[in-house]
Nanobody, 124 residues
């Protein structure tokens, strides 16, 4: 069982930066692939970035590649999402998810645990 809690969201202007954190409970945190997804109003949850259990492999959606960076600290049971050069279209609720079965999966249905989400709003 893993419990996840996101933090770090907020309101930022276009071109600004935010750093999201996702803190996990449980001694098995390091065994999960961790990912960030986002969901805008009336849209489906979409994949943003993922990090393998060691953090050695990372994956990004084309829309955030080069602007966002995912990292993880297994000793601290935390995964981060550094978001730079933010755009209004990045506005969404951001969720972290934990996947026990694969190194990378953009399908949110494959994730075993989710946090409650944190709102990110980018003003133009």
């Amino acid at each position: 069982q893993v419990q996840l809690v996101e933090s770090g969201g907020g309101l930022v202007q276009t071109g600004g930066s935010l750093r999201l954190s996702c803190s996990g409970s449980g001694r098995t945190f390091a065994s999960y692939t961790m990912a960030w997804f986002r969901q805008a109003p009336e849209k489906e949850r979409e994949f943003v970035a993922a990090a393998s259990w060691s953090g050695g492999r990372t994956y990004y959606s084309d829309s955030v590649k080069g602007r966002f960076t995912i990292s993880r600290d297994n000793a601290g049971n935390t995964v981060y999402l550094q978001m730079n050069s933010l755009k209004p279209e990045d506005t969404a609720v951001y969720y972290c998810g934990a996947d026990a079965d694969s190194d990378y999966d953009p399908d949110p249905d494959e994730y075993d645990y989710w946090g409650q989400g944190t709102q990110v709003t980018v003003s133009s």
